[in-house]
């Protein structure tokens, strides 16, 4: 089947090839928005947005998110990033540019629960999450068939206490040079620090509490226990510590007295699926800058 660009499609197209996003972070001074700014007009981009946020314009730091088009961007971006490099050291800033027509690799992790992953694959199906998914990687068999429906790679790696290592060795193997971003779809294994340190701050975890309470396993059980009238869900980056990392994304939902353990996680479930979607999107969109172990979020 033969499939035409719409007259509206092709000049989002184009006009992608040439938009550029630029996330900074630095400590905060006078004069970094006038820099930037001045720089991309003298470079003849356009920005179409801008956003910034201080912590404390007295010694804080500063998070800056820009979108700029640029004409023939790909003939240019070297040039422009060279040039650049004079006004970051400048301010001693964090950055990075890259470009909206390079859509970000996802790799998605899965165990047996299956709601967030049909959300992402929903959403990719229907053009509104701006990534290729690149490939599933499940413990388990249950949604092999499924996932190549959509003519998506599924690798099988089972997870025993005696193979963690070896498994860790092959998903790693997997995703080298595949996938930029690890997407823990209710994936119910503790990360290996060496994946963790080898995709920092590019590993999302969707926690099905409202973290920091309920940490580790059963969190809805926990919740029943402690009669909670709210539930809640968490998307955050992975770290080191178990469900410790960067918050990028919460939200909850309230309960009664009479809901049991299953009742919180059939309301759970649909807050797990919008949360998590929430912090891919803003990820793959560049929308998240990390300080310590907080985000900055401009959505």
């Not at 950055?95 to 047996?112: G, T």
């Not at 068999?141 to 089972?158: A, G, K, L, T, W």
């Not at 309301?267 to 979607?277: Q, S």
């Amino acid at each position: 089947m033969t499939h035409q660009l719409t007259r509206s499609q092709s000049q989002d197209r184009h006009a992608s090839e040439n938009r550029a996003r630029m996330l900074i972070s630095c400590p905060d001074r006078a004069g970094i928005v006038a820099a930037v700014s001045q720089f991309l007009y003298e470079k003849e981009a356009n920005i179409v947005q801008s956003d910034q946020y201080t912590m404390d314009p007295e010694g804080g730091m500063f998070f800056m998110r820009i979108e700029f088009d640029m004409l023939h961007l790909n003939d240019r971006l070297s040039e422009l990033e060279t040039h650049f490099s004079t006004i970051a050291e400048k301010f001693a800033m964090k950055w990075q540019i890259s470009k909206v027509s390079e859509k970000k690799r996802l790799a998605i992790f899965v165990s047996k629960e299956d709601h967030c992953l049909l959300e992402l694959l929903w959403q990719w199906q229907a053009g509104d999450l701006d990534a290729d998914i690149a490939m599933v990687v499940s413990n388990h068999e249950d949604m092999r068939e499924y996932v190549e429906s959509f003519d998506i790679p599924y690798h099988y790696i089972p997870v025993t206490p005696d193979t963690k290592i070896e498994a860790c060795k092959k998903q790693l193997e997997i995703v080298d040079g595949q996938a930029d971003v690890i997407i823990l779809a209710r994936y119910m294994q503790i990360i290996d620090p060496l994946f963790i340190e080898k995709y920092r701050n590019r590993i999302i975890n969707i926690h099905h509490s409202f973290l920091p309470a309920f940490v580790g396993g059963k969190p809805y059980h926990q919740a029943f226990e402690r009669g909670v009238k709210l539930i809640g869900a968490t998307a955050h980056y992975v770290t080191e510590e178990l469900d410790g990392g960067p918050i990028i994304e919460q939200d909850v939902g309230r309960v009664t007295h009479r809901a049991d353990v299953n009742e919180l996680k059939r309301i759970g479930r649909t807050i797990e699926r919008v949360v998590l979607a929430r912090a891919v999107h803003w990820h793959v969109e560049d929308r998240i800058l990390v300080h310590n172990n907080k985000t900055v979020v401009f959505n």
